[in-house]
């Protein structure tokens, strides 16, 4: 397959926590404006390849190609300048802001520079609606003004997102969203994943397999730190290996 | 870190800064005796409130608890003194520069030496490097060893020949410690309203998402740590000026923890509140002192006091208090 088939790329990626190989020579291509899912049973190594993906860990070893240019060791705060925005899986917000100002300053974050220190932020117009925008994409228009840390915890993991989209991603790599949502809040979620899906490279991290198959064209199975197999989603649904290892007899607990 | 002001505490506030604005008024009918130690006494309170509004900078808005601020203060103060001539009046326009530009880069280094540590660490080294400031002057015969140095002659703004400023005036030092502190209020307002001081509270409450985010959280903890170091530099120039003396005292961890207590009390992350502390915590000394010679077991059983039932600090009570009935509920 010739470079250019993928916006983002990792080839022979490794991670190592002191003996523990969290991730074991992952290669994935992630192609442009597809959906793209990661599966695997808890404490598979899906968020250590977020992280690794984000720049939130250095790598113990092996590469990863944005538009072809090795990003691997780059700094968290340059990796998410570049376009790859994430969300986490454990709701990282600032409770204590308000839903707006949230967006706002992840917004901000596109700004050249924020060493800027005269002018009152909420003056920078651009940066406002692009807040604006995140919050109405994320379905929370109306909540602008509520302190963060007051809102149901749905509202929060939509804002999560919010925020994401509010640095105006090319790529989303989504750590998953739904996690601990109840049924409604959940539909809901996947209904703004679809959404999504539509309009940027998605990269989804995701326990609940009726979300994965109503979002996903494309699904990676992780066990173990290692990569178990990577296609298209009927062709992975169908392949032996993936079912004896994981949605084997674990299938009818999703 | 609180951006807007409800109307009834501005109220509050602009009442509080007009009573002292006219102090040399009423102050004079009211204590009469006490007049003339009172004016050098809050004088002496305005400018620890500077010190305590620059470290509010780094505790308050940046969670960066820097047990090693005085040092900065210290060292405005003797890089006046080092800079003053024996019989006349250093020029303010050259000293004051100077003063300034050497706290920014000190605090600068420091700055950079320390923000890579955080939490206990981060004190540690700040405490460290403030008692090697101390040590530093304690020990240099040049500034005077641990007598301190005295600045003879205060330094004086002149134009043409005449002085404009005279700051061996009593009152017009007074008018300028008061112009100073609102000055580094409205510039610390200003800051924290922009979008580097935005980034700054952000770091204050959650750095690592600060970072996902695509802010470098370490150029602008050294960027504030710098502004706090020099707008401390800043008011300890003006504390060697109102006394005419330094000593190394003014660098020691004493007087960092002294200002941290007076953060802590006022509340932390809200400007004005450690400018209140900063006069509760001295009236406070002051008042006690006056009536038992063991003035410092009722200094004690305050601070325990208000930190017990104030969390947030005399300013959390006085926004809890504007919040709660501004909002008519
Ligand atoms: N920072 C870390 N230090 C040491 N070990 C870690 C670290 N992060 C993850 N691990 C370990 O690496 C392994 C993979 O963890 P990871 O969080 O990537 O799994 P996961 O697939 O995301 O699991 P889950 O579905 O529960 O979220 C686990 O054994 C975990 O304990
Ligand atoms: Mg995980």
Same mark, same amino acid.
């Given at each position: 397959?010739?470079?250019?088939?993928?916006?983002?790329?990792?080839?022979?990626?490794?991670?190592?926590?002191?003996?523990?190989?969290?991730?074991?020579?992952?290669?994935?291509?992630?192609?442009?404006?597809?959906?793209?899912?990661?599966?695997?049973?808890?404490?598979?190594?899906?968020?250590?390849?977020?992280?690794?993906?984000?720049?939130?860990?250095?790598?113990?070893?092996?590469?990863?190609?944005?538009?072809?240019?090795?990003?691997?060791?780059?700094?968290?705060?340059?990796?998410?300048?570049?376009?790859?925005?994430?969300?986490?899986?454990?709701?990282?917000?600032?409770?204590?802001?308000?839903?707006?100002?949230?967006?706002?300053?992840?917004?901000?974050?596109?700004?050249?520079?924020?060493?800027?220190?005269?002018?009152?932020?909420?003056?920078?117009?651009?940066?406002?609606?692009?807040?604006?925008?995140?919050?109405?994409?994320?379905?929370?228009?109306?909540?602008?003004?509520?302190?963060?840390?007051?809102?149901?915890?749905?509202?929060?993991?939509?804002?999560?997102?919010?925020?994401?989209?509010?640095?105006?991603?090319?790529?989303?790599?989504?750590?998953?969203?739904?996690?601990?949502?109840?049924?409604?809040?959940?539909?809901?979620?996947?209904?703004?994943?679809?959404?999504?899906?539509?309009?940027?490279?998605?990269?989804?991290?995701?326990?609940?397999?009726?979300?994965?198959?109503?979002?996903?064209?494309?699904?990676?199975?992780?066990?173990?730190?290692?990569?178990?197999?990577?296609?298209?989603?009927?062709?992975?649904?169908?392949?032996?290996?993936?079912?004896?290892?994981?949605?084997?007899?674990?299938?009818?607990?999703? | 870190? *609180?951006?807007?002001?409800?109307?009834?505490?501005?109220?509050?506030?602009?009442?509080?800064?007009?009573?002292?604005?006219?102090?040399?008024?009423?102050?004079?009918?009211?204590?009469?005796?006490?007049?003339?130690?009172?004016?050098?006494?809050?004088?002496?309170?305005?400018?620890?409130?500077?010190?305590?509004?620059?470290?509010?900078?780094?505790?308050?808005?940046?969670?960066?608890?820097?047990?090693?601020?005085?040092?900065?203060?210290?060292?405005?103060?003797?890089?006046?003194?080092?800079?003053?001539?024996?019989?006349?009046?250093?020029?303010?326009?050259?000293?004051?520069?100077?003063?300034?530009?050497?706290?920014?880069?000190?605090?600068?280094?420091?700055?950079?030496?320390?923000?890579?540590?955080?939490?206990?660490?981060?004190?540690?080294? *700040?405490?460290?490097?403030?008692?090697?400031?101390?040590?530093?002057?304690?020990?240099?015969?040049?500034?005077?060893?641990?007598?301190?140095?005295?600045?003879?002659?205060?330094?004086?703004?002149?134009?043409?020949?005449? *002085?404009?400023?005279?700051?061996?005036?009593?009152?017009?030092?007074?008018?300028?410690?008061?112009?100073?502190?609102?000055?580094?209020?409205?510039?610390?307002?200003?800051?924290?309203?922009?979008?580097?001081?935005?980034?700054?509270?952000?770091?204050?409450?959650?750095?690592?998402?600060?970072?996902?985010?695509?802010?470098?959280?370490?150029?602008?903890?050294?960027?504030?740590?710098?502004?706090?170091?020099?707008?401390?530099?800043?008011?300890?120039?003006?504390?060697? *000026?109102?006394?005419?003396?330094?000593?190394?005292?003014?660098?020691?961890?004493?007087?960092?923890?002294?200002?941290?207590?007076?953060?802590?009390?006022?509340?932390?992350?809200?400007?004005?509140?450690?400018?209140?502390?900063?006069?509760?915590?001295?009236?406070?000394?002051?008042?006690?002192?006056?009536?038992?010679?063991?003035?410092?077991?009722?200094?004690?059983?305050?601070?325990?006091?208000?930190?017990?039932?104030?969390?947030?600090?005399?300013?959390?009570?006085?926004?809890?208090?504007?919040?709660?009935?501004?909002?008519?509920?």
């Amino acid at each position: 397959m010739s470079q250019s088939d993928f916006i983002l790329e990792t080839k022979e990626l490794t991670k190592v926590f002191g003996g523990l190989v969290a991730n074991s020579a992952v290669s994935i291509g992630f192609k442009e404006r597809e959906a793209h899912a990661i599966i695997g049973p808890n404490g598979a190594g899906k968020s250590t390849f977020v992280n690794l993906l984000t720049g939130h860990l250095p790598p113990s070893g092996g590469q990863i190609l944005f538009k072809g240019a090795n990003i691997a060791g780059l700094a968290a705060h340059k990796v998410t300048r570049l376009g790859i925005g994430r969300s986490y899986q454990k709701t990282n917000i600032f409770p204590s802001f308000s839903c707006f100002e949230n967006c706002r300053l992840a917004a901000q974050s596109r700004l050249a520079s924020s060493m800027k220190f005269f002018r009152s932020a909420s003056s920078y117009k651009a940066v406002s609606e692009q807040a604006e925008h995140a919050l109405e994409a994320a379905g929370l228009t109306g909540r602008s003004g509520r302190v963060a840390g007051t809102m149901s915890y749905g509202e929060q993991r939509q804002l999560e997102i919010a925020m994401v989209l509010a640095t105006a991603p090319q790529v989303l790599v989504l750590d998953e969203p739904l996690a601990g949502m109840g049924k409604e809040e959940s539909e809901h979620m996947v209904g703004l994943l679809r959404d999504l899906a539509r309009r940027y490279t998605l990269i989804l991290v995701e326990h609940d397999m009726d979300a994965v198959f109503a979002i996903a064209q494309t699904l990676s199975v992780m066990v173990n730190g290692t990569l178990l197999e990577s296609g298209p989603l009927d062709q992975i649904r169908s392949s032996k290996a993936v079912q004896d290892a994981y949605l084997g007899d674990g299938a009818e607990a999703y | 870190m *609180t951006l807007h002001l409800p109307k009834r505490l501005a109220i509050v506030l602009v009442v509080l800064l007009a009573a002292l604005a006219l102090f040399p008024l009423w102050g004079k009918l009211v204590f009469a005796a006490k007049f003339a130690f009172l004016m050098q006494k809050l004088t002496g309170i305005m400018i620890l409130a500077i010190l305590a509004m620059s470290l509010d900078l780094l505790v308050g808005v940046a969670g960066l608890v820097s047990l090693g601020h005085a040092a900065f203060f210290g060292l405005g103060g003797y890089v006046l003194a080092m800079m003053s001539p024996q019989y006349e009046a250093a020029n303010l326009w050259v000293v004051l520069p100077a003063a300034l530009a050497v706290c920014a880069l000190a605090s600068l280094v420091v700055g950079y030496l320390s923000i890579r540590t955080s939490g206990i660490y981060f004190i540690m080294v *700040t405490l460290a490097f403030g008692q090697m400031g101390y040590y530093f002057f304690n020990d240099s015969k040049a500034a005077g060893g641990s007598d301190g140095a005295y600045i003879y002659v205060k330094p004086t703004v002149e134009a043409f020949g005449i *002085t404009v400023l005279d700051l061996e005036q009593k009152l017009t030092f007074f008018y300028v410690a008061l112009g100073v502190l609102v000055g580094v209020y409205a510039l610390l307002r200003m800051l924290l309203a922009s979008p580097f001081g935005r980034v700054l509270g952000a770091i204050g409450v959650n750095e690592y998402r600060v970072q996902g985010l695509g802010f470098n959280p370490m150029v602008y903890k050294l960027v504030a740590f710098t502004i706090a170091g020099t707008l401390a530099g800043l008011g300890g120039f003006l504390a060697a *000026t109102q006394y005419g003396f330094v000593s190394p005292a003014m660098l020691g961890w004493h007087q960092s923890g002294h200002v941290l207590v007076m953060v802590i009390l006022g509340g932390m992350g809200t400007l004005f509140g450690p400018v209140l502390g900063a006069f509760i915590l001295e009236l406070a000394h002051f008042a006690f002192e006056s009536m038992t010679d063991h003035w410092l077991l009722p200094m004690g059983a305050m601070v325990i006091a208000i930190v017990l039932l104030l969390p947030k600090g005399v300013a959390g009570l006085l926004l809890q208090w504007s919040k709660g009935k501004g909002a008519g509920e």
